[in-house]
């Protein structure tokens, strides 16, 4: 069974918001790049998730 919560951030290049769909299950640290839906620049998400909740969401540039 897969949980999905519905997150947003904030764009690190252009500061625009985007919505991310998470899956909970996928694990307690996750890390994956998704393009942003304003400006198309490749983003590094990370995420702590704890039981069923994401306690850390941080984004970003790719290369730093
Ligand atoms: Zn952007």
């Known amino acids: 069974m897969s949980i ?3 997150e947003q951030f904030s764009c690190p290049y252009c500061a625009e918001s985007n919505a991310l769909v998470v ?7 996750q ?6 839906e ?6 590094v998400v990370r995420l ?3 039981g069923e909740e994401i306690i850390s ?5 790719e290369n730093e």
Request: contains cysteine; hydrophobic residues 35%.
């Open 31 to 36: 890390t994956f790049v998704v393009d942003c």
């Open 48 to 50: 702590k998730i704890r």
């Open 23 to 29: 899956d909970i299950t996928g694990g307690a640290n």
């Open 57 to 61: 969401l941080d984004v970003r540039r």
């Open 38 to 43: 304003v400006c198309c620049a490749p983003i």
């Open 4 to 6: 999905e919560n519905d």
